[in-house]
């Protein structure tokens, strides 16, 4: 039996590494991955950007409630979760007493570097993509820390070198 935890939530800003690193370490641990955001899609038989479109980011806000409280109910599940899941309390709560938050913490410059050129994210799709991410930044880092059991940052380490740290981490903590 290995000492891994039974659940991995990963949380972060967009462009942070959330899915990319996610799916990595399902794979390594023999586990079944879930991006949030891509549940959402599939239940919903469109993209986000189209659900902030027609019901706002209020509507979209309380589907990924509905997804995170189910998800997070599952066993042996590596979950990456929206930029925004931290948001509201209940999430939060969630994925704090159902298994281990990672986060995986990036300058808002790197993430800008990251997210720079992807149309697929409604909160970028202004003027001042960078401005919108050091805002973003400024208002949830504390939540991701708040409800975070480890913090990695995500900067110049590689995909694989980020999992094995995780993996070093999980192994160290229990």
């Given at each position: 039996?290995?000492?891994f935890?039974?659940?991995?939530?990963?949380?972060?800003?967009?462009?942070?590494g959330?899915?990319?690193?996610?799916?990595?370490?399902?794979?390594?641990?023999?586990?079944?991955?879930?991006?949030?955001?891509?549940?959402?899609?599939?239940?919903?038989?469109?993209?986000?950007?189209?659900?902030?479109?027609?019901?706002?980011?209020?509507?979209?806000?309380?589907?990924?409630?509905?997804?995170?409280?189910?998800?997070?109910?599952?066993?042996?599940?590596?979950?990456?979760?929206g930029?925004?899941?931290v948001?509201l309390?209940?999430?939060?709560?969630?994925?704090?007493?159902?298994?281990?938050?990672?986060?995986?913490?990036?300058?808002?410059?790197?993430?800008?570097?990251?997210?720079?050129?992807?149309?697929?994210?409604?909160?970028?799709?202004?003027?001042?993509?960078?401005g919108?991410l050091?805002?973003?930044?400024?208002?949830?880092?504390?939540?991701?820390?708040?409800?975070?059991?480890?913090?990695?940052?995500?900067?110049?380490?590689?995909?694989?070198?980020?999992?094995?740290?995780?993996?070093?981490?999980?192994?160290?903590?229990?």
């Amino acid at each position: 039996m290995n000492s891994f935890p039974e659940n991995i939530f990963l949380v972060g800003v967009m462009g942070a590494g959330k899915t990319t690193v996610g799916r990595l370490l399902a794979k390594k641990l023999g586990r079944r991955f879930v991006d949030s955001d891509h549940e959402i899609e599939a239940r919903c038989g469109v993209r986000i950007p189209t659900i902030f479109e027609m019901e706002g980011e209020e509507g979209f806000r309380k589907r990924e409630a509905q997804v995170i409280d189910e998800l997070t109910q599952e066993k042996n599940l590596v979950l990456a979760t929206g930029g925004g899941a931290v948001l509201l309390p209940e999430n939060r709560q969630h994925l704090h007493q159902r298994g281990v938050v990672v986060y995986l913490r990036a300058t808002p410059h790197e993430l800008w570097l990251r997210t720079r050129n992807d149309k697929g994210r409604p909160l970028l799709n202004n003027d001042d993509p960078r401005g919108t991410l050091e805002k973003l930044f400024a208002i949830r880092d504390p939540l991701y820390r708040e409800t975070a059991h480890h913090v990695i940052d995500t900067g110049k380490p590689s995909v694989n070198q980020l999992v094995n740290t995780l993996m070093m981490q999980f192994e160290l903590s229990t």
